[in-house]
């Protein structure tokens, strides 16, 4: 059964790197999302993207943040200078959007800032 | 705008028991509907979805939904919990607008199965 992957599963980084997360989103999905989960919280939107643009972002995805899809398989999450506060876990989700609105998640990506 | 209210953030359940999670929503436009598990150290796997064809959703694992609108609740259930259950459910909502839509998700419920 096809799913969704990500790497790495954990990232360690130190305050003010930069960091890629990378999704490879099943086949045939056109629409495809970055959630977080704070720990102890609970999943929280950031982006959407859809025909190669961003199509919905949330108050959190601010200019630190950034996608792209740069070769028609993955998908990745930027955070360019990163904070104590972006540690959480990052999830990668995709779906069809051919009449169908359920979402695939990935395992996640557990990133850790010091 | 959408929200998910999920009543309970822990639940235990004796083995063979029957399993209520609550999910009560709330949405400007007609929703759809979702509950995903979660194990351990792993992703959010679907468990059951409505999306305005029959009220009542069965899902995997024994689990199944009623979508209720008068109530605005789609809770969760399973007759007889088993100890594999053991998990975190999140309940979420996504409005029908044909569009990228994002899923809004409660605060989740973990449910403890003892014997």
């Known amino acids: 059964e096809p799913e969704v992957t990500q790497t790495p599963s954990h990232q360690v980084t130190q305050m003010g790197q930069e960091v890629i997360l990378r999704c490879v989103p099943i086949?045939?999905?056109?629409?495809f999302y970055w959630y977080r989960q704070i720990l102890g919280q609970k999943v929280e939107f950031l982006v959407s993207?859809?025909?190669?643009?961003?199509?919905?972002k949330s108050e959190i995805f601010d200019d630190q943040f950034s996608v792209e899809r740069p070769d028609g398989s993955n998908f990745t999450l930027k955070i360019r200078s990163t904070k104590l506060e972006d540690s959480a876990m990052y999830f990668c989700?995709?779906?069809?959007?051919?009449?169908?609105?359920?979402?695939?998640f990935g395992p996640g990506t557990r990133l850790t800032v010091t | 705008a959408q929200s998910v209210t999920q009543l309970g953030s822990h639940v235990s359940v004796s083995e063979g028991a029957l399993v209520l999670l609550r999910c009560n929503y709330s949405?400007?436009?007609?929703?759809?509907l979702f509950w995903y598990v979660q194990y351990p150290n792993q992703g959010l796997q679907l468990l059951l979805k409505?999306?305005?064809?029959?009220?009542l959703v069965k899902g995997i694992n024994g689990f199944e939904a009623e979508f209720k609108k008068s109530e605005t609740s789609f809770h969760l259930t399973k007759p007889s919990a088993h100890m594999s259950d053991a998990a975190e459910y999140f309940c979420?909502?996504?409005?029908?607008?044909?569009?990228?839509?994002?899923?809004?998700f409660g605060t989740g419920t973990r449910l403890q199965v003892t014997l």
């Open positions: 409505y999306t305005s064809a029959a009220t």
């Open positions: 086949s045939n999905h056109l629409y």
């Open positions: 949405s400007s436009v007609p929703p759809y």
């Open positions: 989700a995709s779906r069809t959007g051919t009449g169908s609105y359920e979402q695939y």
């Open positions: 979420a909502v996504t409005p029908y607008t044909g569009t990228a839509s994002k899923l809004t």
């Open positions: 993207f859809y025909n190669n643009e961003i199509s919905e």
